[in-house]
């Protein structure tokens, strides 16, 4: 009791009020953890504009079901859906970080999305793609094609599924959940679109894939994110590599979060890599991996993962505004960007 007394104290002292809305960006994420065994079973919410942070449970601290990678929100009804290995989703409310129940899903899920048009939310583990009705719950479907990142069309009719150990991005087609066709990109780490067309990074090689969905045409964009002793099994100890991936509002630029200290950009348009930014809130290694573009792109909220914090930097110039020491997500969500 003591606990739970200490825990809402906090989030009272350190929190925006109740209601985001009007008040600046919400920026919301699954703690930091490893891919496997137990996790601090938090949630961040974090607000840019009025520079403050809280943490919210989905599960108790230190425990596999505390793990989770990518929670999935819902505008409309105002949810966080955290999806976690042992094969539940937690239900928190985004303004008060209260729980509001749970639901069985399949085994292994760290990756949950929402699609607000068909009204489904997704959930993805290393072999297993489910989905379920927002409203409901209820299973709509469940197909044998895993990985560890999701992207969707503008319209939610077609849904791109990749991952660091997969060979393919694999297109499934909604709401059906009928596999339609694959293209020949390996090692998604993350998935984004911007200006139509599908981003894909490649942590390993520091190439950024791109598939233009209307013609089927793959480019591939070198970069020098590239670490040359990389390996799945040691990423923290990467010096390089590319993590979040984000775009622009416009659509019109997509963004890497870089293990080696920068956020890369490309142009989405015209398909060539346009420079980076170098983020250096301390000396030393500053290995960057969940981004979130805030502030209508002006912008970014980014997490330095080494050093436990996250920072909100100038797209531009690369100047640090804000550092939120104690906060880490690897994977942010823009709930609201007014």
């Not at 825990?7 to 490893?34: D, E, H, K, Q, R």
């Not at 197909?143 to 150990?165: D, F, H, Q, R």
């Not at 599908?198 to 390993?204: T, Y």
């Not at 591939?220 to 590239?226: A, W």
């Amino acid at each position: 009791m003591l606990k739970k007394l200490l825990f809402m104290a906090t989030i009272a002292c350190t929190a925006a009020p109740a209601a985001y809305a009007g008040t600046g960006p919400l920026v919301l994420g699954a703690s930091a953890n490893p891919p496997k065994g137990p996790g601090p079973g938090k949630v961040f919410m974090v607000n840019p504009s009025s520079r403050t942070a809280r943490a919210a449970s989905f599960a108790k601290a230190g425990t596999p079901g505390g793990n989770s990678f990518y929670a999935g929100y819902d505008a409309a009804t105002q949810t966080v859906f955290v999806p976690s290995p042992i094969g539940r989703i937690t239900m928190l409310n985004a303004n008060t970080g209260r729980r509001m129940g749970a639901f069985p899903t399949i085994r292994g899920a760290r990756v949950a999305r929402v699609l607000p048009q068909e009204h489904l939310l997704l959930v993805l583990s290393a072999k297993t793609l489910a989905a379920y009705s927002l409203a409901s719950h209820k299973p709509a479907f469940t197909i044998a094609v895993g990985g560890n990142a999701l992207a969707a069309n503008s319209k939610e009719t077609k849904l791109y599924v990749g991952g660091n150990m997969d060979q393919q991005i694999t297109v499934v087609s909604l709401p059906s959940g009928q596999v339609i066709k694959s293209y020949p990109v390996a090692r998604s780490g993350d998935l984004v679109m911007a200006d139509g067309k599908l981003f894909s990074a490649d942590m390993k090689t520091g190439v950024m894939s791109v598939v233009d969905p209307a013609t089927d045409k793959i480019t591939r964009i070198k970069t020098s994110e590239v670490d040359p002793n990389f390996s799945y099994a040691a990423i923290p100890h990467a010096t390089a590599g590319f993590m979040q991936l984000a775009s622009s509002p416009n659509g019109q630029i997509a963004y890497a979060a870089g293990f080696s200290g920068h956020i890369l950009k490309f142009s989405a348009t015209s398909l060539k890599y346009l420079g980076e930014i170098s983020i250096r809130p301390a000396k030393g290694m500053n290995q960057l991996s969940g981004l979130a573009i805030v502030d209508h792109g002006t912008n970014a909220l980014v997490t330095v993962e080494n050093r436990h914090e996250v920072v909100l930097t100038n797209l531009t110039s690369g100047k640090i505004i804000h550092i939120f020491r104690g906060v880490a997500s690897n994977r942010w969500i823009v709930a609201s960007d007014t």
